[in-house]
């Protein structure tokens, strides 16, 4: 089944750019969506087909896919931003949604 | 808006079942399916399945065929994951979830949970 893989942990200090990896086999060629999750909370839809925000997410938030990787980037990081953010595609071969491992986002 | 309300939180034995709820609101319920998703203690999001609340057409995801059942009451906008064989590593926080729109694949909205702990 297709794999997503995020690294576990990301370091940022306040007011710098976070770039959030999800590598997967050609994951160009499919649409990705990232989700943050703070702690004892459900996770919040951030980024949708690549690179489209939810109404309420702040435009710091973006995203981009091409070829084995896609990025979520966070600008002008805030303390708030610190949680847990996954990936996610939709696999048709086995048709099943397929989630990244997770990244720990800490801003120092 | 949407809402989806979820139960409480369950203590089960190990090879027991669970059955949680979810109660939407906020919306047509039979115009969207909903999908359930689970995290462990300490872990990542892991797909179970989905099930349409129009017809109740059910798609498993490999790991949990034979193990789960998705439901819905129309006349109650709620929808149902049943586990059965509760093993220590089913233990998690089980969400159900909505997308965005037909056709999509984003998951939009999610409930607040439903905690399943598995000891005996």
């Known amino acids: 089944s297709y794999m997503l893989t995020q690294p576990p942990s990301v370091s940022v200090a306040p007011g710098k750019t976070a770039r959030i990896t999800c590598g997967g086999n050609?994951?160009?060629?499919?649409?990705v969506h990232w989700y943050q999750q703070k702690a004892g909370q459900a996770p919040v839809l951030v980024i949708y087909y690549d690179s489209d925000r939810p109404s309420g997410v702040p435009e710091r938030f973006s995203g981009s896919n091409s070829g084995n990787t896609a990025t979520l980037t966070i600008s002008r990081v805030e303390a708030g931003d610190e949680a847990d953010y996954y990936c996610?595609?939709?696999?048709?071969?086995?048709?099943?949604?397929?989630f990244g491992g997770g990244t720990k986002l800490t801003v120092l | 808006q949407v809402q989806l309300v979820q139960s409480g939180a369950e203590v089960k034995k190990p090879g027991a079942s669970v059955k949680a709820s979810c109660k939407a609101s906020g919306y047509t319920f039979t115009s969207y399916g909903i999908s359930w998703v689970r995290q462990a203690p300490g872990q990542g999001l892991e797909y179970m399945g989905w099930i349409s609340a129009y017809n109740g057409y059910t798609n498993y995801a490999q790991k949990f065929q034979g193990r789960v059942t998705m439901t819905t009451d129309t006349s109650t906008s709620t929808a149902y994951m049943e586990l059965r064989s509760l093993r220590s590593d089913d233990a998690a926080v089980y969400y159900c979830?909505?997308?965005?729109?037909?056709?999509?694949?984003?998951?939009?909205?999610w409930g607040q949970g439903t905690l399943v702990t598995v000891s005996s």
């Open positions: 050609n994951i160009g060629s499919k649409s």
């Open positions: 996610q595609v939709w696999d048709s071969n086995s048709n099943q949604a397929v």
């Open positions: 979830v909505r997308r965005s729109a037909a056709g999509t694949s984003q998951f939009e909205y």
